[in-house]
Antibody
């Protein structure tokens, strides 16, 4: 069974940093692209970043480019999102999601989400 | 402002057929396949339709998808109260080099 479990969310001050983790199981991690998708309170879904199955290609939304970094540790079966220079509008539930293959394919499995609140 | 445009709300009575539209452009829907997600309050989204019109195993055939040009639609037939949820369309955008979502449609079963 495919499982994705996010952790690392919490309250952080504007300008601060936070690292989210997504522990995966039930599939071969380096065979699938992985994304982070966020949802601000009461708002819709917003894609954040994607990492290819090979780990060699990443794309980021313009809203986080230069501030967020997606990465993974194959040995730990864990996906990360390093978030720097956080702003109030980064407040959201962050989901990790698996693509069915390449980053062009659908998100077929989602974690339960981790809440990040940016406030002073 | 979302790149893909969906109506903010839709409604229908039990047994009815409702459709939700998703409008994009040549760089997204016009060039790539469309996916649809269902989300209940406080829970993670769930894949409903992929490759424009394909259903994952376990998704009832009451749900169907279609695409034409730069627009796509999700249809729900034999509407049931359990379908009351938020629905999002999404696809890859070749110009933005990223995934784009519609703003979401809240479906109410009257």
């Amino acid at each position: 069974e495919v499982q994705l479990l996010e952790s690392g969310g919490g309250l952080v001050q504007p300008g601060g940093s936070l690292r989210l983790s997504c522990a995966v199981s039930g599939f071969t991690f380096n065979s699938y692209a992985m994304s982070w998708v966020r949802q601000a309170p009461g708002k819709g879904l917003e894609w954040v970043s994607v990492l290819s199955g090979t780990g060699g290609i990443t794309y980021d939304a313009d809203s986080v480019k230069g501030r967020f970094i997606i990465s993974r540790d194959i040995s730990k079966n864990t996906l990360y999102l390093q978030m720097n220079s956080l702003r109030a509008d980064d407040t959201a539930v962050y989901y990790c999601a698996r693509h069915s293959g390449s980053w062009l394919q659908q998100f077929d499995s989602w974690g339960q989400g981790a809440l990040v609140s940016v406030s002073s | 402002q979302s790149v893909l445009t969906q109506p903010p709300s839709a409604s229908g009575t039990p047994g009815q057929r409702v459709t939700i539209s998703c409008s994009g452009s040549s760089s997204n829907i016009g060039s790539n396949t469309v996916t649809w997600y269902q989300q209940f309050p406080g829970t993670a989204p769930k894949l409903l339709i992929y490759s424009n019109d394909q259903r994952p195993s376990g998704v009832p055939d009451r749900f169907s998808g279609s695409k034409s040009g730069t627009s796509a639609s999700l249809a729900i037939s034999g509407l049931q109260s359990e379908a009351e949820a938020d629905y999002y369309c999404a696809t890859w955008d070749d110009g933005l080099n990223g995934w784009v979502f519609g703003g979401g449609t809240k479906l109410t079963v009257l």
